[in-house]
């Protein structure tokens, strides 16, 4: 099934790159953002199925903060996109609860794995939620 994708990424060529290598796994870019602010403006709006957030972008917000506020506004799930991997980061990464993490330059398959769990996970969590709020609602 393809995905609608929020693709966050502030440098043009790796964002011309990761374009392709969606069409070719088969997921659409539904629309691209160059920093934090823009990307929580756009999943506001247009609601995609998945997000691809680089950590570290242009602007006052930073990915991390981003996935943040897109998780708590939109329940839009974030796989993080990124070349760092130091102990900080991953750290200050897993508090923004992102449903994936991949580490640049990655493949095809790598990159189709992660966005299938993340949507798979995502909605087994949706799933959980009605379930849960239909069992409060019964009691």
Known sequence: MAARILVVEDDR???RDLQQQL?????TVMA???SGEEAVRIAKAERPDLVLMDIRLEGE???I???????????VPVVFLTAYADQDTVRR???AEPFGYLLKPFEDLQLSTVI??????????ARLRQS???YAATL
């Open 132 to 134: 849960e709020r239909r």
């Open 61 to 63: 917000m930073d990915g």
């Open 65 to 75: 903060d981003a996935a943040a506020a897109i998780r708590d506004e939109c329940y």
């Open 23 to 27: 069409q070719r796994v088969g997921h």
């Open 32 to 34: 691209t953002a160059v």
């Open 13 to 15: 060529v790796v964002l």
């Open 93 to 95: 990464a897993t508090r």
């Open 116 to 125: 299938e769990v993340a949507l798979y996970k995502h909605a087994s969590d």
